[in-house]
């Protein structure tokens, strides 16, 4: 019997302050504010009974549906049940404003009757302290102040105070609004402003989507795509977050349930890569900042993340919520702060080169560079000869990984790209010493009689990551040694229906049972790079289908029944599309740094 399918069934808005999660019912089921990584104020989502609420439901059983308002972020979502038909638009507002962006702790409901004379029930209670603490409410004229989190939250609103309190039905006959903020309440006047940040925020999105440079191959979701990256990123430090959420699980029952609301470094090089596909500066300029203000800062190891501030303690602990659909544990936090993962390095060399290769910035961008290259060729001399934890972050298992020793080579090769345009030959002749030691781990990787890399050193196992070699230009695509590697490793790790494992060994957890998306669209970036185009498209047009209804990503899918899982929507995914996508419309378009 085939296993049923499991989809998450809510959108997101954003505004690069905070997303929210919109279920297909109206309920708000997550939003952390004021920060990604804040205690939610609505977090059903986790626990039912602990998380609160903020629907707008009817007053009988209904259909939904919901979509996107073209080319943006603002989510539409239609209810039909037996009194009448309305219209729930949920956004946060985002639009230039003196200079710079206004982008405020501000969520906007605007609620539309559509036909009949349809009855409804706004239900708002939100909590602080991951549930612990509901909030008190407090009703004034026309809006209600909740108390108890660490700033106020006022719910300002055109529809009766105490139907809200009393979550009473009442007849939906003119359009109504709800704007929920924290900190700052909206003083100004409601319909005219909601109105007005609506068609401002439509505009902004519409125009930034304009200013996308996207060939028409794949076009509707590489849009998508990027304005789910764009809004993950934390706009005040520049910092991109892996996902909203914490503790959705890769699959039921398994444990892998892990707090996603930081900042990976590994993730920088894929991210800004997308980002430049699609032709947007402003985005990769404030992940530029954000690394370059830990890099100046860390006089030690990198981590493996920092919080979108850039702060490091980032101590993991288990709190006592049910977790979505009864998995547990939720966690809070990320032991992954904690680990050696020595790929880092490389990942933060790779990501600056275009500081030196893009003529869009500035000479003064570019000072003391000497020192910072040699500060980061510093610590890969000086972890070149540990083992490291890897980037699937096992939490007990160390070992020598093909995978950071290819970061140690394309860091180095970017470093001596850096050099040669700074014209630093000391520097050049110490990368490109390290580059070749990098190279050397590399090969002790490999596998003569399976003509295969293994994922470490001594190792038999086979491990998705290795596709990079490919990738990244480390094996010539074309070469039989490339051609054969790659043969291996889908023989191994490939599922049907266009699928790929990270790998099938046991880890802390035992074996993995879902498969990972990003690592599907590796493989579609290989199998393009070695030539097999009509593959790699087959196998693109395959992931499309595992998408939501709004062609959101989750992080794993089960390779039975298709079913999303992992936290969602998942960023990296997006970002393995996107780069998928355009690897595909350019074939052969190698990386620049080679």
């Not at 539409?76 to 638009?89: D, F, L, M, P, Q």
């Not at 990244?472 to 699928?499: I, N, T």
């Amino acid at each position: 019997m085939a296993k049923k399918k499991h989809v998450y069934h809510s959108g997101i808005v954003g505004n690069c302050s905070f997303i929210a999660h919109i279920d297909t019912s109206t309920n708000v089921s997550w939003l952390c504010m004021p920060r990604f990584d804040s205690s939610f104020i609505f977090g059903s989502l986790l626990d039912q009974q602990r998380g609160g609420e903020f629907s707008i439901l009817p007053d009988s059983t209904f259909s939904t549906k919901q979509y996107y308002i073209e080319n943006t972020n603002i989510l539409c979502t239609e209810i039909e049940g037996k009194s009448g038909r309305y219209r729930v638009t949920d956004f946060a507002p985002r639009f230039s404003l003196y200079e710079r962006y206004f982008k405020p702790l501000m969520l906007i409901r605007k609620i539309e009757p559509l036909s009949g004379s349809p009855r409804v029930k706004i239900t708002c209670k939100p909590v602080t302290d991951y549930g612990e603490r509901p909030l008190q409410a407090f009703p004034a004229s026309n809006h209600i102040d909740f108390f108890g989190a660490d700033s106020p939250i006022r719910l300002t609103t055109n529809f009766s105070i105490n139907h809200i309190l009393d979550e009473q039905f009442a007849v939906l006959n003119e359009t109504k609004y709800l704007v929920l903020t924290y900190g700052t309440p909206l003083e100004a006047p409601l319909s005219n402003t909601v109105e007005d940040f609506l068609m401002r925020t439509k505009t902004y999105w519409q125009q930034w989507i304009k200013k996308t440079s996207i060939g028409n191959l794949y076009q509707d979701p590489v849009i998508r795509s990027a304005l789910v990256l764009k809004i993950h990123q934390y706009e005040d430090t520049g910092a991109i977050i892996a996902a909203s959420t914490t503790s959705l699980p890769e699959h039921p029952g398994s444990g892998r349930n892990w707090d996603y609301r930081y900042c990976w470094l590994r993730d920088a090089y894929y991210i800004l890569q997308a980002f430049n596909h699609i032709g947007h500066f402003e985005e990769m300029e404030g992940y530029f900042n954000f690394i370059a203000n830990i890099s100046v800062k860390e006089e030690g190891r990198y981590q493996p993340l920092y919080s979108v501030t850039g702060e490091r303690y980032l101590k993991e602990r288990e709190i006592a919520l049910n977790g979505y659909l009864g998995n547990k544990p939720v966690r809070i936090g990320n032991q992954a702060s904690e680990h050696i993962q020595n790929d880092v390095y490389g990942q933060v060399l790779i990501s600056l080169l275009p500081l030196y290769t893009d003529e869009r910035f500035v000479v003064e961008e570019r000072s003391d560079s000497s020192a910072w290259i040699s500060s980061l060729l510093k610590k890969i001399e000086m972890v070149i000869d540990e083992p490291d934890a890897g980037l699937w972050e096992f939490r007990d298992i160390a070992g020598y990984f093909c995978y950071t020793y290819l970061f140690h080579w394309a860091g180095c090769k970017a470093a001596i790209k850096i050099a040669q345009r700074i014209r630093d030959k000391k520097l050049e002749r110490w990368a490109q010493k390290l580059a070749q030691k990098a190279a050397d781990r590399i090969e002790s990787c490999y596998d003569a009689e399976r003509k295969v890399y293994q994922h470490a050193v001594d190792s038999p196992y086979l491990d998705a990551s290795t596709l990079q070699l490919i990738m990244m230009g480390y094996l010539d695509p074309a070469s039989a040694r490339a051609q054969d590697h790659l043969k291996v490793v889908e023989a191994a790790l490939a599922a049907p229906g266009g699928l790929f494992y990270r790998y099938k060994h046991e880890d802390d957890f035992g074996k993995p049972q879902s498969t990972f998306l990003i690592t599907a669209f590796w493989h579609v970036e290989a199998l393009a790079c070695a030539g097999r185009i009509d593959e790699a498209r087959q196998r693109f047009e395959q992931l499309l289908t595992y998408t939501n209804h709004l062609g959101l990503l989750s992080e794993d899918v089960d390779a039975g029944s298709g079913s999303q899982w992992g936290n969602f929507p998942q960023a990296y995914s997006h970002v393995g599309l996107m780069n998928a996508a355009y690897r595909i419309s350019k074939k052969m378009d190698m990386p620049n740094f080679l």
